[in-house]
């Protein structure tokens, strides 16, 4: 059934040359839909997710942040909304009265959704802290820095 379909889109095309396929991006709202979020949480996720990076072309360090901010949503010890855990004092020195001190971009809209994904599994470790320094506390996770910061699970 499949192949028919497709048969007859490639005809459709080949007569009607003006007629243009048209792949359309997923809106704001559909990125926020996919994980259960408003645009507004996803935005700022998503900004503070670009923000702590190192701003590399590399995805996995942004991943590990974004699944950081969900874990900590999910543990007792910190605040249960991705917004408090965002704004919790002291926690996220790119966190200015309540905003990101930049914007999102695609590859962290993308690091979000994916962390979403792996938590969604139960196989993601339980990385609740990272920084630029070192390891400081808990248990390392990585052989180093992912994507310049060193990420460290309570497990």
Request: aromatic share 10%.
């Amino acid at each position: 059934m499949r192949s028919i379909v497709i048969a007859i889109a490639i005809i459709f095309m080949l007569m009607n040359p003006s007629a243009k396929m048209v792949c359309q991006e997923p809106t704001l709202s559909d990125l926020a839909a996919q994980v259960d979020m408003t645009e507004e949480e996803f935005i700022f996720m998503s900004s503070v997710v670009e923000a702590e990076s190192d701003r590399s072309d590399d995805i996995e360090g942004r991943i590990l942040i974004a699944l950081t901010i969900i874990n900590r949503v999910e543990d007792p010890r910190f605040p249960d909304t991705i917004t408090a855990v965002l704004t919790q004092r002291g926690q996220f020195a790119t966190v200015r009265n309540g905003h990101s001190v930049v914007g999102r971009s695609d590859l962290s809209d993308e690091a979000v959704i994916q962390a979403f994904e792996w938590n969604a599994t139960g196989e993601d470790p339980n990385i609740l802290f990272f920084n630029c320094i070192g390891y400081n506390y808990g248990e390392p996770y990585g052989d180093g820095p992912i994507d310049g910061n060193y990420f460290m699970t309570l497990d």
